[in-house]
């Protein structure tokens, strides 16, 4: 059994991937969090531009179906979010690095210039509005509760687990969720990742999990001993998340994201990981038909 890490600070120390960019860019970019060097958006996506790369922070480490390890190449990370930045930057005219780090620091890295921009399951909200400039949404999600299968018939709503333990994702949408419903702070059970809070299920450590849709379905879903209660509520939206100041290359991925939508690319990227439902149709993701012989993303 792997370690549990749960209710321990997300703040760990910052782990990128070494920069491929060289001389006049890396006097661009800077170094630690030196904002006094800070860009402009124009000459952020120049940059970009220019030195043919976009650097994008995730946690490969979190989980999927976003972006992690590939259980068959340890080594590779694929994921719903790997799909979509090739063809962000497929778009653009540049490639794209991942700069990793945990989840929980990722806007902070962001913040201090370690990235360009964040794409890693970042749900749009009052809070973070405060301090960062977000694309438009590009998948739209909602709150999943799970339970023991044994308890399917006992706990059917956040209702019925009021006084109860409930896992989740440390700094995720779902912890003010259940705040929001009445939980105190000593009733949630924040973990580092994805899984764990399903392994804390199932070891009886907490009576439920609430996470988004798509991390319930993939963890809990094909597990026998636990149970996705059907009903889902509290929606929320994914979205790029930017520095304020670059103006400019929100704008870009604005003009590219709608692109996706419109030419089928973001349907048939969702449809390939399991997650196509009706509710993306509300941000205008259109679903178009295979031409024949051509595979989905």
Request: proline share 5%; hydrophobic share 40%.
């Amino acid at each position: 059994m792997t370690n549990l890490r749960c209710a321990m600070p997300r703040g760990a120390a910052v782990a990128a991937i070494p920069a491929v960019l060289l001389g006049a860019a890396a006097g661009l970019l800077g170094c630690g969090g030196d904002s006094g060097q800070a860009q402009s958006g124009a000459e952020t996506l120049a940059r970009i531009k220019r030195d043919g790369v976009v650097r994008w922070g995730a946690d490969p480490a979190g989980g999927a179906p976003y972006a992690f390890f590939d259980p068959k190449e340890p080594e590779k990370v694929v994921g719903l979010e790997i799909d979509i930045m090739d063809r962000l930057a497929g778009h653009m005219g540049v490639k794209h690095q991942m700069v990793r780090s945990a989840w929980g620091s990722l806007l902070e890295g962001l913040k201090a210039r370690r990235s360009d921009l964040v794409i890693n399951g970042i749900g749009i909200d009052a809070e973070r509005q405060k301090g960062f400039a977000f694309s438009k949404p590009y998948y739209r999600y909602e709150q999943m509760l799970t339970v023991r299968a044994a308890d399917k018939d006992k706990y059917r709503s956040l209702a019925d687990l009021q006084g109860r333990k409930v896992g989740t994702l440390g700094g995720a949408q779902a912890n003010r969720v259940l705040q929001a419903a009445g939980f105190s702070k000593e009733l949630l059970s924040p973990c580092e990742d994805l899984s764990t809070p399903y392994q804390q299920l199932e070891l009886g450590r907490v009576e439920a999990v609430l996470q988004e849709q798509p991390i319930a379905e993939w963890y809990a879903g094909p597990n026998a001993r636990l149970f996705n209660v059907p009903r889902t509520f509290a929606p929320g939206r994914y979205a790029v998340a930017m520095r304020q100041e670059d103006a400019g290359l929100v704008a870009e991925v604005d003009r590219v994201l709608e692109l996706m939508k419109k030419n089928g690319e973001l349907a048939a990227i969702y449809r390939k990981w399991k997650l196509l439902n009706g509710a993306q149709k509300e941000l205008g993701i259109v679903e178009k038909a295979a031409a024949p012989g051509k595979n989905d993303p």
